[in-house]
């Protein structure tokens, strides 16, 4: 199971360790993004099947980015850890910004997913030849505003900052805050607060730090990060009154740090229109898209009511009030469920009531969580089957327990049955699975007769039931 632990300053260079090497090209892909913005992203990490997996939460919701892999990595398994820690919370296994090379094996992987693509989202990526030259005709704007800054500051030089810079960056910023011209923007305001936060690293080697001097005075600043082909920009902040010292910045930050990639991302534009307008201009080779993946079970599609099945004895449908006392009676019973290998009263959270367990099961089911089937002979409840575990991907579990006078007659193969081939036909799922320990006889003998096993393990024997 995935333990994540929340990513801190102190996490650099265990993140890099994936991070330098990734083919990505996005800009939630590098450390200085998930430091800058971590009061938003709320990310945290582990690392699983040789690949980096964080785990983010914004405004409530777990956010995943797609898994970043280690040089000995099993990215299917690294998906399946996602999932199964989803599974175990009970929570969606939500992918966002994916890189659009991943989009095909997120597509093949769930049959039913929403899937977004948001301009506002979409990094600008330029060629990092055309950053470093400026060449041609487009680019005739920016030559333009670089030989007026150079006219005006003829003295101008470029160098890279190291953690000894420090006292010029306060005063930079000092001078930058004077005027500063979104001071009402309270986005703009925390923007502003990060970059200063992560400047504050500039002597890490994660990340490549340089300024533009009028004499000795700091003018401009930028901080970068190399992911595998790509310069990740993550701040760019330039001394307004400098007129054209921003694409002079741009194209002297290139100079230096480009040599080796060939692209440099600038980021996102965050909807504002003056971003937008300005990274338009300097003429990227792409937008990349960065898609969100929210896979669906199921359950949630093509279930809106429990319904009534019939076999030959049975009566399989949903709990109601009447059901109430056998039912509990059926949950209670602690020598019958022992091999039910999940403790139903534990679950609860709270003192045992009489409506508990059928709340729990009505509950599990409005949240498209799991079905409950009362199992009936001539109407009287004598067991459940439970139909649970939506993994997203076409699986579900299925579990079924029968009370002990009832016992031996074959009714829970019957029940099981029948769950098992709604599931597949009239759910539409790809496999129902199931497992029993191995202590539990005559569980297996039930699953063996209506199943195939798939596998074992020290606890459990595993059955699949397929399309």
């Known amino acids: 199971m995935l333990d994540f632990k929340p990513i801190t300053q102190n996490d650099g260079d265990s993140l890099r360790q994936y991070y330098q090497n990734c083919s990505y090209g996005l800009c939630e892909y590098a450390v200085g993004t998930k430091l800058m913005w971590r009061s938003t992203l709320h990310p945290s990490w582990t690392d699983a099947a040789g690949c980096l997996i964080v785990r983010n939460e914004i405004d409530g919701q777990v956010l995943f980015d797609y898994p970043v892999p280690g040089p000995d990595v099993d990215e299917k398994a690294a998906l399946a850890a996602i999932e199964d820690y989803c599974l175990e919370r009970c929570i969606p296994p939500v992918i966002s910004v994916v890189p659009e090379e991943k989009v095909s094996i997120l597509l093949h992987r769930y049959p039913y997913v929403q899937v977004r693509n948001i301009r506002t989202w979409r990094d600008y990526v330029y060629n990092a030849e055309d950053l470093r030259e400026f060449a041609g005709r487009r680019y005739s704007g920016q030559r333009n505003h670089i030989k007026k800054f150079r006219a005006a500051c003829p003295d101008a030089s470029f160098r890279a900052l190291t953690a000894q810079d420090q006292p010029l960056l306060e005063r930079f910023w000092e001078e930058y805050g004077q005027e500063f011209s979104k001071g009402d923007d309270p986005k703009a305001v925390r923007e502003l607060a990060f970059a200063k936060e992560v400047f504050g690293l500039m002597g890490k080697d994660w990340f490549l730090c340089g300024g ?166 001539d109407g009287k409840l004598i067991g459940e089957a439970v139909l649970y575990r939506f993994n997203c991907r076409g699986d579900a579990e299925l579990g079924c327990r029968i009370a002990s006078e009832y016992a031996g007659h074959g009714y829970g193969t019957e029940a099981f049955t029948a769950v098992a081939e709604w599931g597949l036909y009239r759910v539409h799922l790809t496999r129902v699975v199931a497992k029993c320990y191995k202590e539990n006889e005559a569980s297996r003998k039930m699953l063996s007769s209506c199943m195939r096993p798939s596998g074992e393990d020290e606890t459990f024997y595993y059955f699949e039931k397929l399309v």
């Open 212 to 377: 533009m001097f009028d004499g000795e005075r700091l003018i401009a600043v930028s901080l970068a990060e190399k992911c595998g082909d790509t310069l990740v920009i993550h701040i760019e902040k330039a001394i307004y009154s400098y007129p054209g010292v921003y694409p002079a910045m741009v194209q002297a930050f290139a100079r230096e740090f480009s040599a080796d990639v060939t692209w440099i991302d600038r980021e996102d534009d965050a909807a504002d229109r003056g971003l937008r307008t300005s990274k338009l201009q300097y003429g990227p080779a792409k937008l990349a898209p960065k898609y969100h993946f929210a896979p669906q079970s199921e359950l949630l599609l093509h279930v809106s009511a429990i319904p009534e099945l019939q076999t030959e004895r049975l009566t399989l449908s949903e709990l109601t009030e009447a059901d109430r006392d056998a039912y509990n009676a059926l949950v209670l019973d602690q020598e019958r469920n022992r091999w039910w290998g999940y403790d139903d009263v534990g679950g609860l959270g709270g003192p045992v009531e009489p409506d508990s367990f059928l709340n729990v099961a009505r509950r599990d089911f409005e949240r498209r969580l799991a079905v409950n089937f009362a199992v009936r002979l």
